[in-house]
């Protein structure tokens, strides 16, 4: 698994998984806010732009970060971030590894499958995948999805990185996820962020989270869309993580 690394190496261990379609950049202001009190690994998920491996499951990402966790950190760190693709992977390692962190944050993420989302995404693809190295396409890829325009230049260089196979696998991945009940038996300290301006589905996913994590939090961040927090709002996130910590 390839990674970026912050921090001194004995620092208290927080690990961001990032979003869908992106990379660690999704998380690259805060790791430099954060690398002087802790050790910051952003893991680079299969099958996105300096991964070493296609992407197959959500369960198989979960399972290969929880083995780095135990080969690199003992079995267990502070603190666990991720957003939307990598808040489903979150919460499959919360699943599998009742007290793999002391706290987790996860943001945006969908655990209300959706099959007709599951079903359009190879079609749209198959149509849309040639298009994606046009600038004008991505720009208005980019511009949907509210993130700051400093990260175009990331956004475009790696979303033309990522196969369509891959697009496809994650996508329909994160369309059908739906959460354990083993999650239940967990024993972190989880909040769960989800904008106020997002969907019906992905409010209801936060809720369905918050009601099978027994030591869990709902926060709705006012005003915001998906991804909107850990991608634009990097200093109010980081705050949030020393809140967290610190309670």
């Given at each position: 698994m390839n990674y970026k690394e912050y921090g001194k190496l004995n620092k208290d261990v927080i690990i961001l998984l990032h979003g869908g379609g992106l990379s660690w950049w999704n998380?690259?202001?805060?790791?430099?806010?954060?690398?002087?009190?802790?050790?910051?690994?952003?893991?680079?998920?299969?099958?996105?732009?300096?991964?070493?491996?296609e992407f197959t499951t959500i369960e198989d990402?979960?399972?290969?970060?929880?083995?780095?966790?135990?080969?690199?950190?003992?079995?267990?760190?502070?603190?666990?971030?991720?957003?939307?693709?990598?808040?489903?992977?979150?919460?499959?390692?919360?699943s599998l590894r009742k007290n793999i962190c002391r706290y987790a944050l996860v943001e945006s993420a969908l655990v209300v499958p959706s099959k007709f989302t599951h079903y359009m995404?190879?079609?749209?693809?198959?149509?849309?995948?040639?298009?994606?190295?046009?600038?004008?396409f991505s720009k208005l890829q980019f511009k949907s999805l509210r993130i700051k325009q400093e990260l175009f230049d990331n956004y475009y260089r790696d979303t033309c990185k990522i196969t369509k196979q891959s697009?496809?696998?994650?996508?329909?991945?994160?369309?059908?996820?739906?959460?354990?009940?083993?999650?239940?038996?967990?024993?972190?300290?989880v909040s769960i962020i989800v904008g106020e301006k997002e969907s019906v589905?992905?409010?209801?996913?936060?809720?369905?989270?918050?009601e099978n994590l027994q030591y869990s939090s709902l926060i709705v961040m006012k005003k915001m869309y998906h991804g909107e927090f850990s991608i634009n709002k990097s200093s109010d996130y980081v705050r949030k993580i020393y809140s967290i910590i610190n309670q």
């Amino acid at each position: 698994m390839n990674y970026k690394e912050y921090g001194k190496l004995n620092k208290d261990v927080i690990i961001l998984l990032h979003g869908g379609g992106l990379s660690w950049w999704n998380y690259s202001e805060e790791a430099k806010m954060l690398e002087k009190d802790f050790h910051v690994i952003i893991p680079i998920l299969d099958g996105h732009a300096g991964c070493d491996m296609e992407f197959t499951t959500i369960e198989d990402n979960a399972k290969k970060i929880i083995s780095f966790i135990d080969d690199k950190f003992g079995g267990s760190v502070l603190l666990i971030g991720g957003l939307s693709l990598g808040g489903q992977i979150l919460l499959e390692i919360l699943s599998l590894r009742k007290n793999i962190c002391r706290y987790a944050l996860v943001e945006s993420a969908l655990v209300v499958p959706s099959k007709f989302t599951h079903y359009m995404v190879k079609p749209t693809i198959n149509i849309c995948y040639c298009l994606i190295r046009h600038k004008w396409f991505s720009k208005l890829q980019f511009k949907s999805l509210r993130i700051k325009q400093e990260l175009f230049d990331n956004y475009y260089r790696d979303t033309c990185k990522i196969t369509k196979q891959s697009m496809i696998s994650f996508l329909q991945e994160n369309s059908l996820y739906s959460i354990k009940e083993s999650i239940i038996n967990n024993t972190a300290k989880v909040s769960i962020i989800v904008g106020e301006k997002e969907s019906v589905i992905m409010k209801s996913s936060a809720k369905v989270i918050n009601e099978n994590l027994q030591y869990s939090s709902l926060i709705v961040m006012k005003k915001m869309y998906h991804g909107e927090f850990s991608i634009n709002k990097s200093s109010d996130y980081v705050r949030k993580i020393y809140s967290i910590i610190n309670q």
